[in-house]
């Protein structure tokens, strides 16, 4: 699955011509050691900054808590953060679980006041924004799409917060968790990650990535 070679089958070789028509798609989504390194940069990044808003964030949500129980979720889309960035800047399979895991391995193993748990909320909200790009088959990478992965992040959180954290609240304040929480996961992840690839691609760190390539296009 993963290979530094990045240059496709010359096609003017017997094994070439056999593969041609997979070529592509094989291509695109085959894994290079940069893609690693740079997904792993990104999760330690996101990480750091988790690390910092497990204390604010979670602060301000328990305090919006008191106030009205769902309103906890409007600060719960930074958390998601590191599988939309993620899924941007690499665009190919298991990116947006690959980095969002790392970012939320990097807090429990500091310190947080979940503990490893937040090991298996990354894996979900990773795997919220993957189904995401997944359904649009890694080709589309455009704002809405970003906003979407953001809210399918969400999803999959609520379900594990309800389950985990608040099984004890009212059907009514379950049901409304959900849709603030996926707007947060729409606009702090959704948003913010499509606005920090563009302003990465921008700044040419992206530039042996096809979302590099894209922003300059865009610029």
Excluded at 69 to 94: A, C, D, N, T
Excluded at 176 to 192: C, D, E, H, M, T
Excluded at 196 to 205: E, I, V
Aim: net charge positive.
């Amino acid at each position: 699955m993963f290979s530094d070679n990045s240059s496709p089958v010359p096609q003017g070789t017997r094994k070439g011509t056999l593969l041609s028509s997979s070529t592509p798609t094989t291509h695109r989504f085959r894994w290079r050691v940069v893609d690693i390194v740079v997904a792993a940069v990104l999760g330690i990044a996101c990480g750091l900054v988790f690390f910092a808003w497990n204390f604010v964030g979670d602060a301000i949500g328990d305090a919006l808590k008191l106030i009205f129980p769902p309103l906890k979720g409007l600060l719960g889309g930074m958390w998601l953060l590191g599988g939309v960035l993620g899924g941007l800047v690499i665009r190919k399979p298991g990116a947006a679980v690959f980095v969002e895991v790392i970012a939320a391995t990097v807090p429990a193993l500091i310190g947080n006041q979940w503990g490893l748990s937040t090991i298996v909320s990354g894996l979900l909200q990773g795997l919220g924004a993957e189904i995401v790009f997944a359904l649009f088959l890694y080709r589309v990478w455009k704002l809405p799409v970003a906003i979407l992965a953001g809210a399918g992040a969400a999803v999959l959180e609520w379900v594990h917060e309800i389950i985990v954290w608040y099984a004890p609240w009212t059907a009514l304040n379950k049901g409304l968790f959900l849709p603030i929480l996926a707007v947060s996961g729409a606009i702090l992840a959704g948003v913010l990650g499509w606005l920090l690839q563009r302003g990465l691609a921008r700044a040419g760190a992206l530039d042996r990535f096809a979302s590099g390539r894209d922003g300059h296009r865009l610029a």
